[in-house]
Nanobody
């Protein structure tokens, strides 16, 4: 059974930091990514890690967020620094195999001003 389980969300003051974790099981994912969705908005790609290390970020988080992967733990992380109220959203982990895309259940990140 393929599963992606996120953790690490919460409430933080503006300027603070959080680290999200996504532990994968049941398959190998060639692409791992973090998306986010806030009320009334479409889900957007925040960061992705392709293959052995190519990373991309949405412009609004460049220089503040870092995606990384620990293959031994089958876990992908999103380190979020200098958080802003506009980063408030439900964050979703996504894993892509050759044939399918899988999603985690989401974790809420709230940044208070």
């Amino acid at each position: 059974q393929v599963q992606l389980v996120e953790s690490g969300g919460g409430l933080v003051q503006a300027g603070g930091s959080l680290r999200l974790s996504c532990t994968a099981s049941g398959s190998f994912f060639s692409i791992m990514a973090w998306f986010r969705q806030s009320p009334g908005k479409q889900r957007e790609l925040v960061a992705q890690l392709i293959g052995s290390g190519t990373t991309t970020y949405v412009d609004s988080v460049k220089g503040r967020f870092t995606i990384s992967r620990d293959n031994a733990k089958n876990t992908v992380y999103l380190e979020m620094n200098s958080l802003k109220p506009e980063d408030t959203a439900v964050y979703y982990c996504m894993g892509r195999t050759i044939n399918n895309i899988y999603w985690g259940q989401g974790t809420q990140v709230t940044v208070a001003s």
